[in-house]
């Protein structure tokens, strides 16, 4: 008999009870709430007079609608300072955890989980967002929930599901310099295509995915739902154990050394099988820039926009060719060419310490080029911002004319006042690049915190170690 | 949950894959803290020439005439036909609920996003899966005869197209049970309490620091 997938072990560990079609009542360990899409569950709740299971699983924090600027004239837009409120007021009455947008902890709410050691390895944690993959850089299987679910795990702390095929993408192999976790997810699913993964939880393996840090493999785990998964997951090893070492709400003492005992089985198998097998050779991986409207339109920084007419499917170019026309890009046009207006370095794929880093040694000693009409960092949470502060990384921004701002999802999906007006341009280390998302008629290039750093200052696309010296 | 057994409707066809969740329902409309009132603004970029935000009166808007939902009798429709991987992209239960107040009680393409298709069935709107050849069928069909009606039935799991081919398609027998009767999920599950709090204890058992209360 084959040996087990890490979803395999993550799977039976929290199974509760199978009904004879394979539909498993599936035990929730984490809930993470944010005010978007939890207000119609918890009026679900109240209508049916129920109450929570188990409420000191939920850790709930206001993210998407927080502004990022003069937070404490609080929230302009009265329809969003509702839904925060209604969050509080939910939350409050029912005595879960929660962080108000003026605690320090305050973040997006899949930066501040593993921060918080609220998510841990061998969890199953979910979250009405379909970035909760993220969690599973850990080793936790984590997936992303409608309202009715969210409702449902409130009330029983469960989820029927139904066991999905499992994947494996090995990437094998050193990273060129300069290629981040962000690269490697993009190419990924440029390769894959967005529905390359439906119906499939992605272990991401391979040396150069073991090589990368925590906060690496959580860019990767972030964008499987761009691959069409709901669930991406990396395998426990040393690293990820000393991540979760310490944070606050982790065990300690003994019962962290019994954890992380446990932890250490949460791999896959060596003669595991997977139902697909997806390989790539890091070494081929460039960085990449997305030039359309789905997250599988990437292109090598050293390539060009593609064109349409060189396609063989046709429902496919007439895809493109719409793209091309939302975006106002022509076909072969080198993607240094390309010049954006604003930039965005954060969201839950990219606003962690190590991506404020990596954008603050390219910016640093340089100035914001005069064509970028802004350029914005928004750390993942308060105390990552705290934590750039200490290390001085907003003064480098600050010097270079970007803008330094208060945490929280931000121009990623502009449900608060960042947005991108009609036909702006943007250069965004978020995870969508479809119509619309940061703004209607915005046009949104998806790249790592690097490249944007880098096109801030060059005013165009470019690779960082192309730009003059500082 | 409305129940779903039998419906036949009208066919509005949008010839695009990867229709993803923002462009069905928008995110200035997630402010909202109701489960109603997404319809007038489903797929409010495309339907509508100038931009939209919470709480405008949908009658001064201006309509764009080339979106098929604005097109008489597809202003009717009850059933959506796309193409491949429809309902991409952000969680967002919005998303259907903005199809079903719309009147949509079905959506026929040949794959879905995963979330979307949870979703979509925990509200009584119904995901059918067709091949590809067969949504192209159902295309011509619908753009050659424009309001031609379409039958879904749950029960039998086909599609009856308005020339009476009769396509098959099938869904997992757990849904396909509880959208027939309309059922509550929760009351079900909790049918199970016992389950759940002896797993629990197992677990306090084993993994006793999964369970432990978050300070601070």
Known sequence: MAGKTLYDKLWEAHGVREEPDGSTLLYIDRHLVHEVTSPQAFEGLRLAGRKPWRGDSVLAVPDHNVPTADRDKGIADPVSRIQVETLESNVTSLGLKFFPMADVRQGIVHVIGPEQGATLPGMTVVCGDSHTSTHGALGALAFGIGTSEVEHVLATQCLWQKKTKAMQIRVEGELRPGVTAKDVVLAIIGRIGTAGGTGYAIEFAGSAIRSLSIEGRMSICNMSIEAGARAGMVAVDEKTIEYVRGKPQAPTGEMFERAAEYWRTLVSDPDAEFDAVVEMDAAEIAPQVSWGTSPEMVAPIDGRVPDPAAESDPVRAEGMQRALEYMDLKANTPMTEIRPDKVFIGSCTNSRIEDLRAAAEVVKGRKKADNIKLAMVVPGSGLVKQQAEQEGLDRIFLDAGFEWREPGCSMCLAMNADRLEPGERCASTSNRNFEGRQGQGGRTHLVSPSLAAAAAVAGHFIEPSALKEA | ?216
Not at chain 2, 64 to 73: M, Y
Not at chain 2, 85 to 114: K, M, Q, Y
Not at chain 2, 120 to 130: E, F, I, Q
């Open chain 2, 1 to 216: 949950m409305q129940a779903f057994t039998v419906h036949k409707g009208i066919v509005a066809p949008l010839d695009r894959s990867n229709v993803d969740t923002d462009a069905i329902i928008p995110k200035q409309y997630l402010k909202s803290v109701k489960r109603t009132g997404f319809g007038p603004n489903a797929f409010d970029d495309w339907r509508y020439l100038d931009p939209g935000e919470p709480g405008m009166d949908g009658s001064k808007r201006r309509p764009n005439p080339d979106f098929v939902l604005n097109q008489a009798p597809f202003d009717q429709a009850t059933i959506l036909l796309a193409r491949k991987n429809f309902g991409c992209g952000s969680s967002r239960e919005h998303a259907v609920w903005a199809l079903t107040d719309f009147g949509f009680r079905a959506v026929i393409a040949p794959s879905f996003a995963d979330i979307f298709f949870s979703n979509s069935c925990k509200n009584g709107l119904l995901p059918v899966v067709l091949a590809e050849d067969e949504v192209q069928n159902l295309f011509e069909q619908v753009e050659a005869n424009p309001g031609a009606q379409v039958e879904v039935n749950l029960e039998e799991m086909t599609v009856t197209a308005p020339d009476g081919t009769v396509f098959d398609f099938t869904l997992d027998e757990d849904r396909r049970h509880r959208l027939l009767n309309g059922l509550d999920d929760i009351a079900l599950t909790l049918q199970f309490a016992d389950d759940i709090r002896a797993f629990e204890e197992r677990q306090r058992r084993e993994w006793p620091w999964m369970a432990e209360r978050a300070q601070g």
